[in-house]
């Protein structure tokens, strides 16, 4: 009898308890899961969702979307660029187009100091550059070729990054410029490492001083983060941050994956770590309204332990009493932010990519997913190109 009473109670209290809610249905299963909120992941997700009208769920074990192009304000109100400058420059319309559905632009022309101890010249190396280092007193663009030409020392067949360089300006430049700047870079002498590293870094007889001479170059007016914020923002698109995609259970995920994060990871370290390389960014706010005259200063000087130094308000245009920089210190440890490019490297990598060629309904992207040094538009092209793809052969989800 006390144990049907106990019952009714129970009964009772139920009725007059507002309604347990149930647990929690899990969300519907999505058709696409993809691994990383950054370029690669972004736009992957925004053309399923609004093309291909599938139902995607993007995770991110950072707590923030954007990946590595992510930027926010710091304590003191000034934009930054948490994990280094991120300056963006392209030739392919379609990335651009694409891009500007989501955000407005900020024309910004890149320009790089070298520091050199006494001086501080332009990098590329152009006339301006050899007439401060050397009082050439060159005026056109034959005799500054001409210049370089008795300088350089022709390597043939060019076969890593030191022999780009030599080939264009000779020992005494690569030195300077090129020697001690790469080995605190990636930890490898320039010879260790293929010709494509130096090769992005041109050798100029003008006296152009940008950085990149890209047809299209600007900064998102609002930062990157709030671009990627309106390219996620779709109702077929559901995004977890802070969730590592291992950590999904393979039943949850959509029949299709899209993995952006490190090849070697997915598949367990099978074969051995693929190399990354990481940095250190140590983020300063300074009392001052400028500390230096351009967007970014390169160190190449072996003694000195950070490679460059960035000022934010050059590439973000932004009006503030105080001034925000950063000092990059390479490192062997932490987030893997650049594949070293070298031959031992790539082989391992192609021994990666066979099993990612063999893995049903996964497809792999973006810098870390390809392990190639790519630039943010190159990985918005990628993203675009594999999408039309898979439009053209509905094979997934
Ligand atoms: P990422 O931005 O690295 O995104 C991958 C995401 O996947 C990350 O957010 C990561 O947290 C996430 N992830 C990885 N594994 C997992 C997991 N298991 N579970 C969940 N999430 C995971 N490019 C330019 O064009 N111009 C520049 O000026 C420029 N400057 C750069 C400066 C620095 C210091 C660096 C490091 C890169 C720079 N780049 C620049 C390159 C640019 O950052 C990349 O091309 C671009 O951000 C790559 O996008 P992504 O989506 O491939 O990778
Ligand atoms: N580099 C150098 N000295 C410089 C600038 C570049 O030695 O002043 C070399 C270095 O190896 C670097 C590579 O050229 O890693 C590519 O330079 P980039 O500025 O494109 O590097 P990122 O911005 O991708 O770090």
Redo the contacts with the bound molecule.
């Keep these: 009898q006390a144990r049907m009473a106990a019952l009714l109670d129970r009964a009772v209290d139920r009725r007059r308890r507002p309604a347990v809610p149930r647990p929690r249905r899990a969300r519907p299963r999505p058709d696409v899961t993809i691994?990383?909120?950054?370029?690669?992941?972004?736009?992957m997700a925004r053309q399923l969702a609004e093309q291909s009208g599938k139902r995607v769920l993007v995770?991110?074990?950072?707590h923030?979307?954007?990946?590595?192009?992510?930027d926010e304000q710091n304590a003191d109100g000034l934009l930054i660029?948490r994990?280094?400058?991120?300056?963006?420059?392209?030739n392919a319309t379609e990335v651009v187009d694409f891009l500007s559905r989501f955000t407005e632009w900020r024309p910004y022309a890149?320009r790089v100091l070298a520091d050199l101890g006494d001086r501080r010249v332009p990098m590329p190396i152009n006339r301006t550059t050899l007439n401060m280092l050397y009082d050439a007193g060159l005026t056109g663009d034959a005799d500054t070729a001409a210049f370089l030409a008795a300088r350089a020392r022709p390597v043939d067949p060019i076969r890593t990054a030191r022999d780009v360089v030599v080939s264009a300006v000779g020992d005494d430049l690569y030195r300077l410029f090129f020697e001690g700047y790469t080995r605190k870079q990636w930890g490898l002498d320039p010879s260790q490492l293929d010709p494509s590293v130096t090769a992005r870094v041109p050798t100029r007889t003008d006296t152009d001083d940008r950085y990149f001479t890209d047809r299209f170059q600007a900064m998102p007016r609002d930062g990157y983060t709030a671009m990627f914020a309106r390219m996620l923002d779709h109702p077929g698109i559901d995004v977890r941050t802070g969730?590592?995609?291992?950590?999904i259970d393979p039943a949850d995920r959509g029949a299709l994956t899209v993995?952006?994060?490190?090849i070697d990871?997915?598949f367990g370290h099978r074969f051995g770590a693929l190399p990354y390389r990481s940095?250190t960014?140590a983020h300063e706010t300074l009392p001052q309204r400028q500390f230096q005259p351009v967007g970014v200063v390169n160190y190449p000087d072996p003694d000195v332990p950070f490679t460059r130094i960035t000022e934010y308000k050059h590439l973000t245009g932004q009006d503030h009493p105080m001034t925000a920089i950063t000092r990059?210190y390479p490192s062997d440890r932490g987030?893997?932010?650049?594949p070293i490019p070298c031959p031992e490297n790539q082989a391992l990598f192609r021994r990666y990519q066979t099993l990612a060629d063999a893995e049903p309904n996964v497809i792999f992207?973006?810098?870390?997913?390809?392990y190639r040094?790519?630039?943010?538009?190159?990985?918005v092209a990628q993203?675009l190109a594999l999408h039309r793809r898979m439009m053209a052969v509905p094979v997934h989800a």
């Design positions: 691994c990383g909120a950054g370029f690669a992941g972004a736009v995770v991110d074990r950072r923030h979307i954007g990946g590595n192009a992510f660029h994990y280094g400058p991120h300056i963006f420059h392209t890149h969730t590592d995609f291992h950590d993995y952006t994060g490190p990871a997915y940095l960014f990059e987030d893997p932010y650049y992207a973006g810098r870390l997913g390809s040094y790519y630039n943010m538009d190159q990985v993203a």
